[in-house]
């Protein structure tokens, strides 16, 4: 079993910024695509960005230019750089693997951005 541990989050003001890591707790084969969701009460978990195994990256249309998400394949490790923060980025951010198609979650991390 992959247990993925996140790191990173916390308070920042407007227009800080945050990075966020999630690392594999082994050696990992088989990734698809490694990607950043995010949830806010009440709300379906978003993806915001996302970088697969052939190394193309996609980004929610709200990040897009200022957040960049990014990997160390050596150590099974995705990074979310956020730049810019907004106020509308406060949630809890998932990290999520796919693994020969099957997915792993992290177990979350708290982003508030205070205006």
């Known amino acids: 079993q992959v247990q993925l541990v996140e790191s990173g989050g916390g308070l920042v003001q407007a227009g800080g910024s945050l990075r966020l890591s999630c690392a594999a707790s082994?050696?990992?084969?088989?990734?698809?695509?490694m990607n950043w969701y995010r949830q806010t009460p009440g709300q379906q978990r978003e993806l915001v960005a996302q970088i697969t195994n052939g190394g193309r990256t996609n980004y929610a249309d709200s990040v897009k230019g200022r957040f960049t998400i990014s990997r160390d394949n050596a150590k099974n490790t995705v990074f979310l750089q956020m730049n810019g923060l907004k106020p509308e980025d406060t949630a809890v951010y998932y990290c999520n693997f796919l693994i020969n198609w099957h997915a792993y979650w992290g177990q979350g991390t708290q982003v508030t951005v205070s205006s």
């Open positions: 082994r050696s990992v084969f088989g990734i698809n695509a």
